[in-house]
T-cell receptor, first 111, second 116 residues
Framework: QKEVEQDPGPLSVPEGAIVSLNCTYSNSAFQYFMWYRQYSRKGPELLMY????GNKEDGRFTAQVDKSSKYISLFIRDSQPSDSATYLC???????????FGRGTSLIVHP | GAGVSQTPSNKVTEKGKYVELRCDPI?????LYWYRQSLGQGPEFLIY????????DSGLPNDRFFAVRPEGSVSTLKIQRTERGDSAVYLC??????????????FGAGSRLTVL
């Protein structure tokens, strides 16, 4: 079993939908949680990061962390075709500077 | 530079050949990372530098893989006796000095390696 599990999808939604992307993890030492977006043939770019549990909002994006369930989520409101990409979750413990990545979820937002 | 630069963007080689992949990090970033991403998978950690030294090389799959960062800036990932299974996108990332926040990584576009 991998430390970080993420459903690869693809997840296909109509424009304007609310999208929910999720990851589960097994290492209770993880404290920093990140979401990256990766377009085809590009490197991952950071969308959001969260420390410990709770919610964080940035525009149309909301990140949630539930450490008791070892479950993190990224919500995208009013999804746009330009949001079509692979979304990678990543996480690391406080004692490490090396993030562990999920395999990514492919999102397709169709007009 | 403004971002992380990786060269070449694409490399096709034959099985058994030697390959070098170069990474030029963001100026002032002391930490540098190499990850490998296979098709349909997330980035897999290879090696992490803090300054000139390899702080953690536990992700290197075997002794055919080696990386250097002699002056604490540009890094080169070296792969000897390439195998078809080495085909992947090799991603480089850098981050700002330790203690400056969440240590968020900024990635380059990657070097796509194809071993025939």
């Amino acid at each position: 079993q991998k430390e970080v599990e993420q459903d690869p999808g693809p997840l296909s939604v109509p424009e304007g939908a609310i999208v929910s992307l999720n990851c589960t993890y097994s290492n209770s030492a993880f404290q920093y949680f990140m979401w990256y977006r990766q377009y085809s043939r590009k490197g991952p770019e950071l969308l959001m990061y969260t420390y410990s549990s709770g919610n964080k909002e940035d525009g149309r994006f909301t990140a949630q962390v539930d450490k008791s369930s070892k479950y993190i989520s990224l919500f995208i409101r009013d999804s746009q075709p330009s949001d079509s990409a692979t979304y990678l979750c990543a996480m690391r413990s406080g004692g490490s500077y090396i993030p562990t990545f999920g395999r990514g979820t492919s999102l397709i937002v169709h007009p | 530079g403004a971002g992380v630069s990786q060269t070449p963007s694409n490399k096709v080689t034959e099985k058994g050949k030697y390959v070098e992949l170069r990474c030029d990090p963001i100026s002032g970033h002391t930490a540098l990372y190499w990850y490998r991403q296979s098709l349909g998978q997330g980035p897999e950690f290879l090696i992490y530098f803090q300054g000139t030294g390899a702080a953690d090389d536990s992700g290197l799959p075997n002794d055919r893989f080696f990386a250097v960062r002699p002056e604490g800036s540009v890094s080169t990932l070296k792969i000897q006796r390439t195998e078809r299974g080495d085909s992947a996108v090799y991603l480089c990332a850098s981050s700002s000095p330790l203690g400056s926040g969440a240590n968020v990584l900024t990635f380059g576009a990657g070097s796509r390696l194809t071993v025939l």
